[in-house]
């Protein structure tokens, strides 16, 4: 992984696990031991989505750069099917509860996607090679 995709995850996971934190903190005050388990699962659905989503556009920008905007739109609509299937299928687990499993999970999402914006506008990534500077593959 480049520096600078290892620099986009971590502005990514940060944010996002912060919002968890909060997430499970108000989930077990209002919904005691089954709420805070409900979050704590909801932050790590969307940990484990988008942070492989992020690797795995990563991966294909560095080596289809063609295919780059189509496989992002296709990750991104795959993983909220993903999640919006995972959601129908636990809604009736009575281990945790399944609402603040879902509000977490929107919370951190939308967290994970606006960091995952300001990122990509705050990286400084060349997309002109300067003369001099290619590196033998």
Known sequence: MQSNDARTLLHCVIPTVVVGGAGIAVSAALAGSKGALGAAIGVALVLV?????LVA??????SLPHLFQMMGLLLYTT?????????SVI????????KCTAFTLLAATLVWMAAQ??????SKILY??????????
């Open 91 to 98: 809604k009736r687990v009575a281990v945790f509860d399944t």
């Open 57 to 62: 556009l990563q991966r294909t920008a560095r």
């Open 128 to 137: 002109v090679e300067p003369e001099g500077t290619r590196t033998p593959s």
């Open 117 to 122: 914006v300001r990122a990509h506008m705050k």
């Open 79 to 87: 993983q909220i099917l993903a999640l919006m299937i995972i959601l």
């Open 49 to 53: 989505f988008m942070g492989g989503g």
